[in-house]
């Protein structure tokens, strides 16, 4: 970049944008790359505090800051992303769909060690809406070296840094448990819950069923429902330790394996995860009936992303897994079970 005063850059190619702040107001490009400078852009510049602008001198060996930050986010960035274009040296990335959000935090580290390169994201492990801002990345000077940028390349070069996986339209069915629904005495109120759930991730509702506190009744609603080709089983209720709860052992009676029953996180924590096959079999607390976010809330997307849910997943969930219960619920725009 050569460094002139404004007064001499008339006519001449502004080679970075130039950023305006109105204190406690906004921040905007007052002007942009490549901008032909002019005699009456003299007095904005001054006011803006800007006695010198930077024309761009190509040179061998060394990339503009526009540039480096498209290439930036063209290596890290993987599916589902989709990258904005170049304003004040930075390049966002936007969710191209719905989805769970990925990022491969060692490498992530390993960039931002580079001196001069920028690249921040959400957290790991979220749900993310289409059109939102993920990730973004930048230069910290007006041009940096190549070989940097080659070397930040590189540490890409296995594979994206941060991508979207998008929900999968599982086959969802649903047992719900428990002798007073069935009779008839209580009214069913997870069956319209769980509904709402599925419909926000596309799945396709293939029914649900409502038997009284009997292992072997339970047991015998999860089978018939994975032999109808159901890939999402959820079986609400009786998830406490009283005697009359029996979903936890009709769970295993479908010959489920058992990941874990019980978890970290608060509300939710006498959640349990099988699976009978490739299939999660879930059973769900009834403190999801009452509580906006649960377990279930931080695990459905998992599930209808196609992860694999281990036993160490959710041991992780330990640090964030306490809900702050606020009085305007923001998740998943807060720390809950990140």
Avoid at 46 to 58: A, C, D, L, M, T
Avoid at 91 to 112: C, F, Q, T
Avoid at 148 to 155: G, K, T, V
Avoid at 312 to 334: K, T, Y
């Amino acid at each position: 970049m050569k460094k002139i005063p404004v007064e001499q850059a008339v006519g001449q190619e502004l080679g970075h944008d130039i950023v305006r702040i109105v204190p406690g107001q906004k921040k905007y490009r007052a002007f942009k790359r490549g901008h032909i400078i002019q005699a009456d852009d003299i007095a904005l510049l001054k006011s803006i505090g800007r006695e010198h602008v930077f024309i761009w001198e190509p040179e061998a060996g060394v990339v503009h800051e526009d540039d480096a930050a498209l290439r930036l986010a063209r290596a890290a960035g993987g599916a589902g992303l989709e990258p904005t274009e170049v304003a004040m040296g930075r390049v966002n990335l936007k969710a191209a769909h719905d989805g769970w959000l990925k990022v491969d935090v060692p490498r992530l580290y390993r960039l931002n060690t580079l001196d001069k390169i920028v690249f921040s994201t959400l957290h790991n492990d979220r749900c993310v809406a289409k059109g939102q801002k993920v990730a973004g990345t930048r230069v910290v000077p007006l041009a940096v070296e190549e070989a940097l940028l080659a070397q930040a390349e590189e540490i890409c070069a296995p594979g994206p840094l941060v991508w979207v996986k998008p929900y999968k339209p599982l086959r969802a069915a649903a047992v719900i448990t428990g002798r007073e629904v069935k009779s008839g005495a209580i009214r069913d109120g997870f069956g319209p819950v769980l509904r709402e759930k599925m419909d926000y991730y596309g799945a396709v509702w293939l029914g649900q069923s409502i038997v009284t506190d009997d292992a072997g009744l339970i047991a015998e609603e999860i089978k018939r429902y994975y032999g109808d080709g159901a890939e999402l089983i959820m079986v609400t209720g009786g998830m406490s330790v009283d005697a009359d709860d029996a979903t936890p052992e009709g769970i295993r009676r479908s010959q489920a394996r058992e990941v874990f029953y019980g978890v970290p996180v608060l509300p939710g924590s006498q959640f349990m995860l099988s699976y009978l096959g490739e299939v999660p079999v879930i059973g769900i607390p009834g403190g999801a009936l009452f509580s906006k976010v649960t377990t279930l809330d931080l695990l459905l997307p998992r599930i209808f992303a196609g992860e694999s849910i281990d036993r160490a997943d959710v041991v992780a969930l330990g640090h964030g897994g306490l809900c702050e219960e606020c009085r305007e619920c923001r998740f998943p725009a807060c720390a809950f079970g990140k």
